[in-house]
T-cell receptor, first 113, second 114 residues
Framework: SQQGEEDPQALSIQEGENATMNCSYK?????LQWYRQNSGRGLVHLILIRSNEREKHSGRLRVTLDTSKKSSSLLITASRAADTASYFC?????????????WGLGTSLAVNP | KAGVTQTPRYLIKTRGQQVTLSCSPI?????VSWYQQTPGQGLQFLFEYFSETQRNKGNFPGRFSGRQFSNSRSEMNVSTLELGDSALYLC?????????????FGDGTRLSIL
């Protein structure tokens, strides 16, 4: 079955640095979402970007979407220790009757103080 | 507004037993989705309910079932538990179809099978 893919699988940076995570997908989509998950907790929604949008910002987060390459990136600027978490992308496929979100395996981000 | 509530938070069962997990969505949300999360497989979609009807289903055996009540609360049941069912089970709610808008997740039920 199709699945979104994030890369890298794991990322370790120092506080204050920027973190970039990528998500690739296989079919045309209506939109793409990014979520964060802290250890042992549920997922928290970060940003939803629609297929006709190219870039979206929310605080220190910047998401880009390139539908021609079927990829998206999440940039966290000036990272903090509290940003340590796993980050997931989820795509809403355009085609087919079985329209359910397709989730990636996530990027594990560690921000070292 | 209260968030999505899942009970219990932790559960230990033995092989062959059955288990029922509960999810109370955000007030007014009619869509409830269930996911299984394991370290190697990521989030695997189980099923989605909307207004008491199962609207979508993932690729899980019939041992996994669910239902939704008129107040939108949902339960999922796993019968004849296997070791491989050990996972974090997450519930998410939304106003409309998942994918068209953000989902709100509970903190999950951690199920361990001995």
């Amino acid at each position: 079955s199709q699945q979104g893919e994030e890369d890298p699988q794991a990322l370790s940076i120092q506080e204050g640095e920027n973190a970039t995570m990528n998500c690739s997908y296989k079919t045309s989509i209506n939109n793409l979402q990014w979520y964060r998950q802290n250890s042992g907790r549920g997922l928290v929604h970060l940003i939803l970007i629609r297929s006709n949008e190219r870039e979206k910002h929310s605080g220190r987060l910047r998401v880009t979407l390139d539908t021609s390459k079927k990829s998206s990136s999440l940039l966290i600027t000036a990272s903090r220790a509290a940003d340590t978490a796993s980050y997931f992308c989820a795509t809403d496929p355009r085609a087919g009757n079985n329209r359910k979100l397709i989730w990636g395996l996530g990027t594990s981000l560690a921000v070292n103080p | 507004k209260a968030g999505v509530t899942q009970t219990p938070r932790y559960l230990i069962k033995t092989r062959g037993q059955q288990v029922t997990l509960s999810c109370s969505p955000i007030s007014g949300h009619r869509s409830v989705s269930w996911y299984q999360q394991t370290p190697g497989q990521g989030l695997q979609f189980l099923f989605e309910y909307f207004s008491e009807t199962q609207r979508n289903k993932g690729n899980f055996p019939g041992r996994f079932s669910g239902r939704q009540f008129s107040n939108s609360r949902s339960e999922m049941n796993v019968s004849t538990l296997e070791l491989g069912d050990s996972a974090l089970y997450l519930c998410a709610s939304s106003l409309k179809r998942p994918g068209s808008q953000p989902q709100h997740f509970g903190d999950g039920t951690r199920l361990s099978i001995l």
